[in-house]
């Protein structure tokens, strides 16, 4: 609700990040994780945790053999 009315809350797009991990939404983790490290890049923070889910977002499409998948997150 909070990025409802305020979507620049770039820790609030963290911590949105952090819940996708934990239950696994890799996908909606890298959209939360990015979108913090675009509002704040110079945190070096939200560029590693969106560079850590980019890779696991990868791995993940390459162990389903979705090699288009897995390239399209770099």
């Not at 909070?2 to 909606?28: C, H, K, M, Q, V």
């Not at 490290?37 to 560029?47: C, H, K, M, P, W």
Request: hydrophobic fraction near 45%; charged fraction near 30%.
């Amino acid at each position: 609700e909070l990025l409802d009315i305020d979507p620049t809350r770039y820790d609030a797009w963290f911590n949105l990040g952090l819940a996708y991990e934990s239950l696994d939404r890799t996908d909606d983790a890298v959209h939360a994780f990015g979108r913090a490290y675009q509002l704040l890049s110079g945190e070096d923070r939200f560029r590693d945790a969106y560079l850590d889910v980019l890779r696991r977002a990868a791995t993940k499409a390459a162990l389903r053999d979705d090699f288009a998948a897995s390239t399209a997150y770099w």
